[in-house]
């Protein structure tokens, strides 16, 4: 690892998360009795970039939220965890994100977002050229304009930064964008999406897409198969890491966790196989602790967390 800590901009959505824990979740017409509700900082870039900052990176955070209480917690809330937000700008038209996350008690959820501010999201090229220089990351997913997914990533590509993108939710690629991406990670429906084929419980399936996402010019890939591990392909080949058997009480946010983890393993020069490990120390203990942020570890945790399984060849 080197010294000096790395520097990453996260690029997304922010997005106040509505937490309901059910038993299941109810059927077509049908009513359930919820057991909790909770307000959670949540949006899928705002919690990579937490998770990148507990990693010990340098964080900046480019988004938008509403006039509202809820744009105001959650940027004093990636604050408190060190988060450079001035480039968070406020919209005087459209409320803050929301999203509502049902969680069962098999830990499994389903979640629904409102975009809000997040859909307004608009780029001021000389700013986001400012605030890329020097960073060794941009990260981004799909909860913001893609037409502002591709310019980042074209000025990244312009500024040296490399570029990790999480295709989320799925949605079709420009082409322009796909030889942009040096770090594309996916789940199974992404997977299933980008390129037809469906990993859910095969690492080999898991790794062929690896190969069809750098086919189509991303230089590393990542699949992610929940409890079952992940498969990381490069140049070098493709490499399978199981998941240890753990009590799953919250899904939410463990793909961000893993994201930011080995997004920063990657900035402090560890190969892809070894980022990916590490990441998935800290995704299992993300799914242990209900919420999005909160249950996101920091370094010093997810160094703790021995208990993975060895990775091999595929």
């Known amino acids: 690892m080197t010294d000096s800590?790395?520097?990453v901009v996260c690029l997304g959505s922010l997005?106040?998360?509505?937490?309901l824990q059910v038993q299941r979740v109810p059927a077509e017409g049908e009513t359930v009795q919820g057991e909790t509700i909770r307000y959670v900082p949540g949006g899928k870039g705002a919690n990579q970039a937490v998770s990148c900052a507990r990693q010990g990176a340098r964080v900046s955070m480019i988004g938008r939220v509403g006039p509202d209480h809820h744009g105001t917690t959650l940027c004093d809330a990636l604050a408190q965890d060190g988060i450079d937000v001035r480039?968070?700008?406020t919209d005087p038209h459209e409320p803050t994100g929301v999203a509502l996350v049902m969680v069962e008690a098999t830990g499994l959820n389903r979640i629904v977002v409102i975009a809000g501010a997040n859909g307004k999201v608009q780029l001021d090229e000389a700013q986001l050229a400012h605030c890329l220089s020097g960073a060794q990351?941009?990260?981004m997913q799909f909860e913001v304009p893609m037409a502002q997914v591709l310019l980042a990533a074209q000025v990244a590509r312009r500024l040296g930064c490399k570029v990790v993108l999480n295709p989320s939710p799925a949605k079709p690629m420009p082409e322009a964008l796909w030889s942009l991406v040096d770090v594309m990670i996916v789940n199974e429906t992404e997977a299933h999406f980008l390129t037809g084929m469906s990993p859910d419980t095969d690492p080999q399936v898991a790794a062929e897409v690896g190969r069809?996402?750098?086919a189509n010019g991303v230089s590393q890939a990542v699949v992610t198969l929940g409890a079952l591990g992940a498969v990381a392909t490069d140049s070098s080949g493709s490499t399978y890491h199981p998941a240890p058997h753990v009590q799953v009480v919250d899904t939410t946010a463990a793909g961000d966790t893993f994201l930011g983890v080995v997004t920063v393993a990657l900035a402090r020069q560890q190969s892809l196989s070894?980022?990916?490990d590490l990441g998935i120390r800290a995704s299992t203990l993300c799914v242990q602790t209900l919420g999005a942020q909160p249950s996101i570890p920091t370094l010093?945790?997810?160094l703790r967390n021995t208990a993975v399984p060895a990775w091999s060849h595929l």
Not at 15 to 19: A, G, R
């Open 212 to 214: 069809q996402l750098r």
């Open 300 to 302: 010093a945790q997810t």
């Open 137 to 139: 990351f941009l990260v």
């Open 274 to 276: 070894a980022s990916v």
């Open 5 to 7: 800590p790395p520097t």
């Open 87 to 89: 480039n968070v700008a």
């Open 15 to 19: 997005n106040m998360d509505l937490v």
